[in-house]
C-alpha cells in the first residue's frame, strides 16, 4: 500500500459537495419554517378578530350594567 491509498483527507471538491448539500438541506428547513411562520401569522389575525370582538362585547355589557344600575337607583328607595 502506498502513501496515497491512506490519504483519508476529502478533496476540496468533496467538501464543497457536502457544503451545498448542506446549504439545500437548510434551505428546505428555512422555507418549512417560513411556511409555518405564515399560518400563525393566519391564526394570529384571527384571534385577534375574536379578542376585539369580545372585548366590544364586554364594553357593552358594561355599558348596560351601568345603566341598569342608574334605572335601579331611580326605581328603588336609598339604601341606610
Request: net charge negative; proline share 4%; aromatic share 6%.
Amino acid at each position: 500500500m502506498s502513501a496515497d491509498d491512506l490519504d483519508t483527507k476529502p478533496t476540496i471538491e468533496t467538501v464543497l459537495e457536502r457544503i451545498n448539500a448542506l446549504a439545500e438541506t437548510f434551505q428546505k428547513e428555512i422555507s418549512i419554517v417560513h411556511t409555518r411562520l405564515e399560518e400563525f401569522d393566519v391564526r394570529f389575525d384571527r384571534l385577534e378578530g375574536v379578542i376585539l370582538k369580545t372585548r366590544m362585547e364586554f364594553v357593552e355589557m358594561r355599558a348596560d350594567l351601568t345603566e341598569w344600575r342608574k334605572q335601579l337607583r331611580d326605581v328603588l328607595p336609598p339604601v341606610a
